[in-house]
């Protein structure tokens, strides 16, 4: 297999995995980082948070002037840093899809600034032409990343364990599609690495501000539903927020959403 026209080499600490793998995409695999490393154009780092900015402090010695070297971590406060020491052209991409896409067409990828945002583009935009490359720095980054990542996943790890355990299959028989529709992300998200999950959460250095805010309004909220006061004021307030056009536009996703989840359930 190539990617526009380059051979694709494929190291991973699991070398059965990393085999099959490559041999699954008829690609070149090594069981030596070191040995990976040469004669390279490019090396990509996908590896946890967490390891990624000491691996490459690991491999410095090893990459070539010629190399460029692009990493694609979730978060980018440790990483970004470690990358800006380097002579070699670095990357610093965040995908913002998942491994089920066919293709890359229209898919979002975030560019974070490490030394010269334009020759970084540039390289992107070469790499990944029909991407929707949106350009941010490590902190905007981060801190979005707070509430499309963090909070999501804390939000979902307590509503899994809000769920009455001998209540679950019951609730299920009942549940519409909205219920439906949560299950299936709070099922995705229980489904990742413990490793990932607290990376996600304890390594962004703006998550905790973000999940405390979450909290403390729901306490709120849950003030004003105890008192028996209206939510009329509430929902105003978080609607004057939205245009109509957003508002229209959510009703709209909120629908194919059902939609499409009642398809997938069904199927």
Same mark, same amino acid.
């Given at each position: 297999?190539?990617?526009?026209?380059?051979?694709?080499?494929?190291?991973?600490?699991?070398?059965?995995?990393?085999?099959?793998?490559?041999?699954?995409?008829?690609?070149?695999?090594?069981?030596?980082?070191?040995?990976?490393?040469?004669?390279?154009?490019?090396?990509?780092?996908?590896?946890?948070?967490?390891?990624?900015?000491?691996?490459?402090?690991?491999?410095?010695?090893?990459?070539?002037?010629?190399?460029?070297?692009?990493?694609?971590?979730?978060?980018?406060?440790?990483?970004?840093?470690?990358?800006?020491?380097?002579?070699?052209?670095? /990357?610093?991409?965040?995908?913002?899809?998942?491994?089920?896409?066919?293709?890359?067409?229209? *898919?979002?990828?975030?560019?974070?600034?490490?030394?010269?945002?334009?020759?970084?583009?540039?390289?992107?935009?070469?790499?990944?032409?029909?991407?929707?490359?949106?350009?941010?720095?490590?902190?905007?980054?981060?801190?979005?990343?707070?509430?499309?990542?963090?909070?999501?996943?804390?939000?979902?790890?307590?509503?899994?364990?809000?769920?009455?355990?001998?209540? &679950?299959?019951?609730?299920? *028989?009942?549940?519409?599609?909205?219920?439906?529709?949560?299950?299936?992300?709070?099922?995705?998200?229980?489904?990742?690495?413990?490793?990932?999950?607290?990376?996600?959460?304890?390594?962004?250095?703006?998550?905790?501000?973000?999940?405390? *805010?979450?909290?403390?309004?729901?306490?709120?909220?849950?003030?004003?539903?105890?008192?028996?006061?209206?939510?009329?004021?509430? /929902?105003? /307030?978080?609607?004057?927020?939205?245009?109509?056009?957003?508002?229209?536009?959510? &009703?709209?996703? &909120?629908?194919?959403? *059902?939609?499409?989840?009642?398809?997938?359930?069904?199927?």
């Amino acid at each position: 297999m190539t990617f526009q026209g380059h051979k694709l080499t494929l190291f991973d600490l699991d070398f059965n995995r990393s085999k099959e793998v490559a041999k699954k995409y008829n690609c070149l695999y090594s069981e030596n980082k070191k040995e990976c490393l040469k004669n390279k154009d490019l090396v990509i780092f996908c590896t946890p948070i967490t390891n990624t900015p000491n691996l490459i402090i690991e491999l410095i010695p090893f990459l070539e002037s010629k190399t460029i070297l692009c990493e694609i971590t979730s978060l980018k406060g440790g990483v970004v840093p470690v990358l800006r020491e380097l002579k070699n052209i670095t /990357l610093s991409l965040h995908p913002m899809f998942g491994p089920d896409v066919q293709n890359f067409t229209n *898919q979002t990828m975030a560019l974070i600034h490490v030394k010269n945002i334009e020759i970084e583009k540039k390289y992107t935009e070469t790499l990944f032409p029909e991407s929707k490359i949106v350009t941010t720095s490590v902190e905007n980054h981060d801190k979005a990343m707070a509430y499309v990542l963090s909070l999501p996943y804390f939000m979902n790890l307590v509503f899994a364990n809000t769920l009455e355990q001998g209540e &679950r299959e019951f609730i299920e *028989q009942l549940a519409g599609t909205t219920f439906k529709a949560q299950s299936i992300v709070k099922d995705c998200i229980i489904g990742e690495s413990t490793e990932l999950i607290e990376s996600l959460i304890n390594c962004n250095m703006y998550s905790w501000e973000i999940i405390n *805010q979450f909290i403390d309004e729901a306490v709120y909220l849950r003030r004003i539903f105890k008192k028996g006061s209206t939510v009329d004021n509430y /929902l105003s /307030l978080l609607k004057t927020q939205l245009d109509d056009t957003r508002l229209f536009e959510a &009703r709209t996703m &909120r629908n194919h959403i *059902q939609n499409s989840t009642l398809n997938r359930l069904t199927k």
